[in-house]
């Protein structure tokens, strides 16, 4: 009887050792705030691995809970099953430790700084730990709207894999990503940024770099000239915002933008922008100014131009109860 010839299974690259890495299978973020957990829950709901990374175990806990709390929302809308909720959670998880993003093929910063030149120097020294514990081809990119690249680039020793793009967490259904090529950009960075946009189910505009792409640079502003029209008492606010969704289709108002993206987060924007072109439209405005200073920032502390409960639903000021 002729003797079988068997094969290793291994020769099939059946084995889990053995198999390719698809490219982005794991991606990492740097700051897992509330734009850190849209990201994670975007690129998890796409079938990717995120780890992100935190400052302490309690703000570690702190993002799981809101991200799950943010997915059972999600359920409660007829939005998602509960399996895939389970799904989505068992490809995140948070860390402490750079050495954690080892195996990632894309690291995103997306931090939160109270000024720009905190903003800046933290970068700068986020973009060299991570470059310290990844390989040479893995992308670091930023999220960062105002501040260009290449300034954070400059002291890298890989510069060509650093890339800035503005993945719009504030409307995380929104098609359209800027992607902006630095001065050390590479080709093959920027072709790898579009196909990691393409898995997320994302559409790219490549923008020159410019302090606050498209978006910021038109968004901002806008909310700024709304806080001065509200100052002069030409219209109240109410009015502005029906103004604008009836007037414009916008589907929300300048104020209830301003405290879906935050009232602090527009701050900033407007500060990077005047000091970038020192242009007195981009000067933030007293009255958004005075309720950041009494901590009234909008959904995320349930005041800011407008009340909001504690499922995020905007309250009737007369009335006390819900609106749409």
Known sequence: MAAVLTEPIEKYALSKKDQPKAQFAQVGIVGCGSTGQQLSLMIAARGMDVVFLELSNE????????IDEELTNKI????????????????????????????????????????????????????????QHVSPNTIIATNSTTIVITEFATELVHKKRCISMHISTTAPDASVVE????????????DNIKHFLKLLGKKFIPVEESPGLITVRLYAPLINEACDILSENVASLQDIDFAMRNGFGMPLGPFEMADKIGLDRVVRWLDNLYIEFG??????SPLLKRYVRGNQLGRKTLQGFYKYDNLGQK????CNTQVS
């Open 59 to 66: 703000k570690i806990a702190q993002a799981i809970k809101e």
């Open 76 to 131: 409660n809308h007829w939005g998602m099953t509960d399996s895939e909720k389970r799904a989505i959670l068992t490809r995140i998880k948070g860390t402490l430790d750079y050495q954690d993003f080892k195996d990632c093929d894309l690291v995103i910063e997306a931090i939160l700084s109270k000024t720009r030149e905190d903003s800046r120097e933290i970068r700068k020294k986020v973009f060299k730990s991570i470059e």
């Open 179 to 190: 992607i902006v090529k630095g001065l050390y950009t590479s080709t093959e960075t920027m």
């Open 279 to 284: 242009d007195l439209r981009y000067k933030a």
């Open 315 to 318: 309250i009737c000021p007369e």
